[in-house]
């Protein structure tokens, strides 16, 4: 952990720090280049936290605005996007269990991990194909949704986002080990639960 | 090592995690256990599923909407500044000093018209008038109460011509550099009351205008010497309106003359004046009591006054002000003297 701190103190490289200089003071046309930066990647990790598309949207608006708010408080000790997606994990996980009390109250009548890949084109490829493909990655993101919150959020970070253990330690403050144990454990789930939805892999 | 140790283990024996030993360990009993074999398989698959994922794109619209709401908020903050200190600390400086300014351009745009309008009243001709009816027909209500504290200017020049008017000939020559030719002042004065009907400016020239009849006879013909004085008016200043102004006894001189025989002195008085190239001698003989009028050159008074003084004791009756150049009437009233 000490060794993950001191790599975040020397790693001040930042692209996006100067943009973030330009907000603090008050330009908020610099904040739209942030967006337009980071927005493909907070969406697709919002919607695979989450695994519905328009819940997916509002987490990105709620993020950024978040963001927004507080990026007076942003001092550059991490990377931006290290501290962005620290607030669309903390604003997916709210929904997620603001989404799980609706539904208690009033009676699910579809999983909203049921329709997931909406909009998900697959170019170039025959119609069944495309169709076998759009199920199966249905089928994987119902999988996720299967998941604990303390897991689905370093598979998708680890796994379908791709970040260093280093960044995921930022993003999430945790250390490195219980970030490996838990993303060991997830990825033993999808396994079990792919293999249960799909019948082989 | 059994079967399902191992299988816990294979995650972090794919990703290298695992110590030496350990490795080795694991990669031993996969070789040879077809069952754990599989499991590796199938993890390796399902990592594969996972990561084959595609990327969604963001609808277009998500942008805008994130900017629209990054605006809102400014709005919001900025509006919950405003609302911070509007009302205590920002509205009522404001409108205070809103108020002062008001106050402070009203004086200053009253005193710029002030000699512009001073000379309004005294035009005895045709439009003149006209203008003054039509004034002080609607500020007659405003006037009085706008006269207390606007009045200063007039109460001055009261007080002062009381006090033998000093101020006035202190003023003379800014007036004498503003004379321009009757007919444009009269124009220039009508545009300015066209202008500001409602303005205090015109409120106050009414003010002035109305105090006229009051203060009129008293006050100083300071406008009517400008209007008369300057180099370039001499021609011009023959038009009718001037011609009736010193008819009227207006601007000028009035003087005295108690001589011992004032028939006599009439005489003596318009040759006198006809020798200093006085222009509209009048002269006039009742009941022992003469008065010559003229229009004379304002620079020739003091040696006019120096003659008459050789036929008689002179005083001076009106002693409003000086006027250096330019014509000016002159009334002399001759009478019986010691």
């Given amino acids: ?201 | 090592m059994d079967c399902r140790r191992i299988e816990e283990k294979l995650p972090a024996y794919l990703e290298g995690a695992l110590p030496p030993e350990e490795g080795k360990l694991v990669e031993g009993h996969v070789a040879a256990c077809p069952n754990c074999r599989r499991v590796l398989e199938d993890l390796v698959k399902a990592e594969k599923l996972i990561r084959g994922l595609e990327e969604a794109d963001p609808p277009p619209w998500l942008k805008q909407k994130i900017m629209a709401g990054v605006r809102e908020e400014r709005a919001r903050r900025e509006g919950f500044l405003r609302k911070l200190f509007y009302p205590l600390h920002i509205k009522i400086p404001a409108t205070a000093l809103a108020t002062v300014l008001i106050a402070v351009f009203a004086v200053y745009v009253f005193r710029s018209v002030e000699p512009e309008t001073r000379y309004l009243h005294q035009v005895p001709s045709e439009p003149a008038s006209a203008v003054r009816e039509k004034v002080s027909e609607p500020t007659a209500v405003i006037a009085p109460k706008a006269a207390v504290p606007e009045a200063p200017p007039d109460g001055d020049r009261v007080a002062v011509s009381a006090a033998g008017r000093e101020a006035d000939r202190k003023r003379l020559p800014t007036e004498e550099k503003e004379a321009r030719p009757r007919p444009e002042q009269q124009a220039v004065a009508e545009k300015t009351v066209a202008e500001k009907p409602d303005a205090a400016p015109s409120e106050s020239a009414a003010v002035r205008m109305h105090k006229t009849p009051l203060a009129g006879s008293a006050l100083p013909p300071a406008g009517k010497g400008r209007a008369l004085s300057g180099a370039a008016a001499k021609d011009e200043m023959r038009t009718p309106a001037v011609a009736a102004r010193v008819k009227a006894g207006g601007p000028g001189y009035v003087f005295s003359l108690y001589a011992r025989d004032p028939a006599m002195a009439v005489n003596d008085v318009e040759s006198l004046l006809a020798g200093y190239g006085a222009r509209k001698i009048t002269k006039e003989f009742r009941d022992g009591m003469g008065l010559v009028t003229a229009e004379i050159d304002a620079g020739k008074k003091e040696d006019i006054l120096r003659k008459l003084k050789s036929l008689g004791e002179v005083r001076e009756k009106d002693k409003a002000a000086e006027y250096h150049a330019g014509p000016v009437s002159l009334k002399i009233e001759v009478l019986a003297g010691p």
Wanted: with cysteine; proline share 1%; glycine share 6%.
């Fill in chain 1, 1 to 201: 952990m000490s060794k993950t701190s001191d790599q975040h103190k020397t790693a001040v490289h930042d692209e996006d720090y100067e943009i973030v200089l330009s907000c603090r003071k008050g330009d908020d046309e610099a904040f739209g280049i942030l967006v337009e930066r980071h927005q493909k990647k907070v969406f697709n990790t919002a919607l695979r936290m989450t695994g519905d598309y328009d819940e997916a949207c509002e987490v990105v608006q709620e993020a950024f605005l978040a963001a927004f708010r507080a990026i007076r408080k942003f001092r550059g000790e991490a990377k931006f996007s290290t501290w962005l997606y620290g607030i669309v994990v903390n604003v997916s996980k709210t929904r997620l269990k603001q989404a799980a009390q609706r539904r208690r109250k009033t009676v699910s009548i579809d999983d909203p991990a049921d329709d997931p890949a909406d909009g998900l084109a697959a170019e170039g490829v025959s119609a069944l194909e495309a169709l076998e493909k759009k199920d199966v990655q249905a089928k994987v993101q119902r999988c996720i949704g299967t998941l604990e919150e303390e897991f689905r959020e370093v598979l998708v970070l680890r796994d379908i986002q791709g970040f260093s253990y280093d960044e995921i330690g930022g993003i999430l403050e945790v250390p490195e080990g219980t970030i490996k144990s838990r993303l060991f454990r997830a990825r033993e789930a999808m396994k079990n639960c792919l293999k249960k939805e799909l019948g082989r892999l």
